[in-house]
């Protein structure tokens, strides 16, 4: 049973945006466009209210980073039923059903992340690809199938463009845009459980969590939606209002988010971070071999507008970032200060880009790491003293790398919802990006002393022992065994 989480506190200012999908949602239930969208997800009123309100926070201006026109939207929008009726599969018969199902992105990703969880779940068992997968028992690709029916209501769907967009200019967000992602992920997820049932169904893809995604599982398969966590997650709105029966965590923290960002989930369970993990048996190495430190200041690179993934003004906000880590060098000259760049493909533009928009800043003797892979983030990491980030998964996992290892998380852009660590010590907010303060918050982390990671570091990871894939092998196969969750 997925139940609903308790009203969020109202007095938390990054949190406004809860109010306004309440609001949103309860003066336009009944608007035409939202009646043939509860008939649509086949869903009840409750689920159709749910629904709205995460189609409305993912309308926002803060999760849609680089704006898209509403004519080009709306253009989109009717093209919408045609572009399935050509590109995906309609005409098919179901395949026999299957105890576990997981879903994966290619080969290479499922052997990295997801192979020894998969050799251990019990029963019969498939992936589920992005793409064509050979040498594994596979479906067809996930977003390769859609029912009859759903392409019947798609095409009827265009007929509420002019009311979405109305309504989109009203509110200031694009809900033209988020009501055709909904319908989209509702075709996609029914045409692939009708297609190929399962019982449970495993999925790394937590970015959205969308509750048309859950409807479409609830509707076609009889076990439980799994979904592993992928990525630290805070509260933004992107998060808000998801749906899921079973959230494999990275530690108990996001049980401190389900009340306040409405998710309805079943059961959170936390088994550790995939990725963090894979370098444990590296990490324990270079411990045993006695691996100096070589950093005192190590700031982790996440890219650059418009490759990063964020709004002009928050990338904007990394350029005071490199200016004051610039400064500390320059007004340190005895700190080993660098900056790690992530793996960029040779002679991309984000690569380029990156790359020269740093080295306009670091004048004056920060150090540029390079990274080829296999882990070159990791290996400096545990070579430093402090991480600087703004919201990178490196920045919870450095403490953990090394003992004594700290994180700072640095907020620059003004946006509440982006405050990573509610413990002082390791969160700088100000807009201002003042310098002195800056300073002073460094040299007082570099000073302090830490036997093991802190409390708010454990709540975000529950485990660092190489066994992630194993405990999700093992939940899953105990909800075999007693049933969905």
């Known amino acids: 049973m997925i139940k609903p989480a308790a009203k969020p506190q109202a007095d938390n200012p990054a949190l406004a945006f809860i109010s306004k999908a309440e609001d949103f949602a309860a003066a336009h239930r009944g608007d035409a466009a939202f009646r043939f969208l509860r008939l649509y997800l086949q869903a009840s009123q409750d689920e159709l209210e749910l629904v709205m309100k995460k189609l409305y926070c993912d309308a926002l201006p803060q999760v849609n980073y680089q704006a898209e026109?509403?004519?080009?939207?709306?253009?989109?929008?009717?093209?919408h039923p045609f572009l399935y009726a050509l590109k995906k599969s309609w005409l098919w018969s179901p395949e026999p059903a299957v105890d576990v199902q997981l879903e994966t992105i290619d080969l290479a990703y499922f052997r990295k992340w997801f192979a020894q969880a998969f050799e251990g779940f019990s029963g019969t068992k498939r992936l589920s690809p992005r793409g064509s997968l050979p040498e594994q028992p596979s479906t067809g690709p996930v977003e390769g199938s859609i029912t009859p029916r759903a392409l019947l209501w798609l095409a009827a769907a265009p007929l509420f463009i002019p009311a979405l967009w109305l309504l989109s200019r009203r509110h200031g967000a694009n809900l033209l845009k988020s009501y055709r992602r909904c319908l989209g992920v509702y075709a996609v997820y029914e045409g692939h459980f009708r297609r190929w049932p399962c019982r449970?169904?495993?999925?790394?893809?937590?970015?959205?969590?969308?509750?048309?995604?859950?409807?479409?599982?609830?509707h076609n398969c009889s076990g439980s939606l799994?979904?592993?966590?992928?990525?630290?997650?805070?509260?933004?709105?992107?998060?808000?209002?998801?749906?899921?029966d079973v959230y494999l965590t990275f530690g108990d923290f996001c049980e401190t988010m389900r009340a306040p960002l409405r998710m309805r989930v079943g059961r959170l369970h936390a088994v550790g971070a995939l990725c963090l993990n894979e370098h444990y048996e590296r990490m324990r190495a270079l411990e045993?071999?006695?691996?100096?430190?070589?950093?005192?200041?190590?700031?982790?690179?996440?890219?650059?507008?418009?490759?990063?993934?964020?709004?002009?003004?928050t990338a904007r906000s990394?350029?005071?970032?490199?200016?004051n880590l610039n400064e500390l060098k320059k007004r340190n000259p005895g700190l080993r200060v660098a900056y790690q760049l992530r793996q960029y493909p040779e002679g991309s533009a984000p690569g380029r880009d990156t790359l020269a928009l740093i080295k306009s800043f670091f004048t004056d003797g920060v150090e540029i790491l390079p990274n080829k892979g296999n882990g070159a983030s990791y290996v400096n990491l545990y070579?430093?003293?402090?991480?600087?980030?703004?919201?990178?998964?490196?920045?919870?996992?450095a403490f953990f790398l090394r003992r004594g290892m700290k994180a700072l998380f640095v907020n620059y852009a003004g946006n509440p919802y982006e405050n990573y660590s509610t413990d002082e010590r390791f969160q700088l907010t100000d807009e201002t990006a003042d310098y002195g303060r800056y300073e002073r918050r460094v040299l007082d982390l570099l000073k302090l002393e830490l036997e093991e990671p802190p409390a708010v570091a454990r709540q975000r990871h529950s485990h660092f022992d190489g066994r992630v894939q194993e405990r999700i092998a093992a939940f899953v196969n105990g909800l075999s065994k007693g049933g969905a969750a």
């Open 69 to 79: 026109p509403l004519w080009r939207v709306a253009l989109e929008s009717l093209l």
């Open 288 to 313: 045993r071999a006695g691996e100096p430190l070589v950093w005192d200041v190590l700031m982790v690179d996440q890219g650059v507008f418009p490759h990063c993934g964020l709004d002009l003004k």
């Open 318 to 323: 990394f350029e005071a970032m490199f200016r």
């Open 226 to 244: 799994v979904v592993v966590q992928n990525g630290e997650r805070g509260l933004h709105p992107f998060y808000a209002y998801s749906a899921m």
């Open 383 to 397: 070579k430093s003293r402090l991480a600087i980030t703004f919201n990178s998964t490196l920045g919870y996992e």
């Open 200 to 218: 449970h169904f495993v999925t790394y893809a937590d970015e959205l969590n969308h509750p048309s995604r859950w409807l479409a599982f609830k």
